[in-house]
């Protein structure tokens, strides 16, 4: 549920940009944020408040500030009635601004909308396991999902609330500019790639998102729903062989 008290709601917020890799706020943010401005009792992130020294690793500050102000924009947005008053804070990514490989996801779950980051629960944990094979850290990718908000019981995203949140996503990897893109599961190529196909005719191909390479595969979940059946070993497989599809993107070596 949305906190109804403005300190926690407050908290959530910075909590939320902090997780979406926000390190400060440009001036044009409201000025609520800033720390004189806060209540007392809550010690807000110091990473947002202050711009830090660039660095020769340091990404454009065009680009993270643009983030910046768009994971604020998701922080604050309404577009989704029940998913906003049901959603303990916004997801908005995480990872890299710069990255070569962006992961894109359904929408966050129960865990990821309690921590504010994508991919922390069971099955983020076998995608952590994924991106370790592949040679890869979280750190050097980013991962997001369709949906910036979790949808109540882990209910699928509908139509509309895709659409609403689509302008986010498109901005978002479009700041992003990466060289590929993974999505993860039929939901994410489905809202990628404008088609209803599922995802085993989608998988083990590569498509053109706005002149990016994109990459589909199994979502983790239902690669852990697979486990201890007699699809498990394929499935795992073919994931794998759409890893390493996205891997050649890159020019990476392909692990073996
Ligand atoms: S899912 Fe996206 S469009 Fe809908 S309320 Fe959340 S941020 Fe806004």
Known sequence: MQPTDPRTQI????????????????????VAIRSETLPETI??????????????STPPVDSRKSLALLANDVA????????????TQTVFGVGNPTPEIVFVGEAPGGDEDRQGEPFVGKAGQLLNR????AGLTRDEIYICNVLKCRPPNNRKPHADECRNCRPFLDRQIELLAPKVILCLGGVAANNLLGNTTGITKLRGQLYDYNGVPLVCTYHPSYLLRAEGTPDERKLKFECWDDVKLMLKQVGRTVPG
């Open 43 to 56: 010690p807000p992130p110091a990473a947002l408040l202050h711009e830090p020294a660039p660095t020769s």
């Open 130 to 133: 994924i991106i370790e094979k």
């Open 11 to 30: 908290k959530h917020r910075l909590d939320s940009l902090v997780a979406a890799g926000v390190e400060f706020l440009p001036a044009s943010s409201p």
């Open 76 to 87: 604050s947005c309404n577009k989704c009635p029940e998913l906003f008053s049901t959603r």
